[in-house]
Every structure is written in C-alpha cells, then in structure tokens.
C-alpha cells in the first residue's frame, strides 16, 4: 500500500494491517467485467456506474465536487466505481444498454448487471446521498441482495 505524504511516498506493508485505510474503494474505468468481478469477490451489492466525459462541465464539476466528497467516499463503500468515458471505443455498448441520453448519468446495477436506479445530470453532495439512501432504504435494493 502506497500513502503520499507531503510530496513524500510511503509504503506500508501487508502485514501493517492496523494502517489500512477504512475505506477500500473500487474504482475501474471503462471494465464492466472487472467492476462486477470486483463487486462480487469483495461482497459488495452494487456497481455504480457514472457514464460521463473529460470535455463534459458538469461530469468534472460531478466528479469534483461530489463523488471525490469525504462524504461520499466514507459513506458509500458497499458500491464498486465503474466509469465509462463517453470518447472510450466500446462506450457505445454501454450508453445503449442503459439508455444514456445526457451526462453526468450514473446507473446503480446489481451484480447482473440489471438497472436498479439511475440519477441525471449534476446535483449537489447532499441531494446525491440523500438520493442514494433513498435507494438502500428502498424495496429495489432489498430484493438486490
């Protein structure tokens, strides 16, 4: 494991285990398969999948501002981060999958892959983890699991 340290690099050993960190997120880019592989090894329910662009204003304000939030990222680690770039050659397959017209788009799946909810467009931190609550809470996450 790497930590930075004010321009300095850290490694801390597997054996260090008190030293991990409490978050373990999973991040992939444009690897359905590896973020469902991911999700399924580390037990976790759901794929978050954010369809967005790096010449998209609001993907980079969404991914700024909201899902880089401590409250996001402590919150929400029963998710594994999937992004798909809009300018990625296999995209497409994708963006029809799940019907993506605008971005940011981001797609909750279960580890099949099926739909479970969806949010548009940027939006603040705070409607974001109410929104997802409402979804963990809600009869669509319960029977996902």
Request: overall charge neutral.
């Amino acid at each position: 494991m790497i930590f930075r340290n004010k321009g300095e690099f850290s490694v801390v050993m597997a054996q260090d285990a008190d030293l991990e960190p409490a978050v373990k997120a999973s991040y992939y880019k444009n690897d359905f398969t590896g973020a469902i592989a991911d999700a399924k090894k580390n037990k976790k329910q759901f794929v978050l999948i954010e369809f967005g662009a790096q010449w998209c204003p609001a993907c980079l304000k969404f991914e700024h501002y909201v899902l880089s939030s401590e409250d996001f990222k402590t919150k929400y680690n029963q998710f594994t981060h999937l992004y798909i770039d809009y300018d990625w050659e296999g995209s497409k397959e994708y963006r029809d999958r799940y019907h993506i017209k605008d971005m940011p788009t981001i797609v909750l799946v279960n580890l099949k892959g099926d739909e479970l909810e969806r949010i548009h467009g940027y939006t603040t931190v705070k409607n974001f983890t109410d929104k997802l609550d409402a979804f963990l809470k809600s009869d669509k996450a319960t029977v996902a699991s």
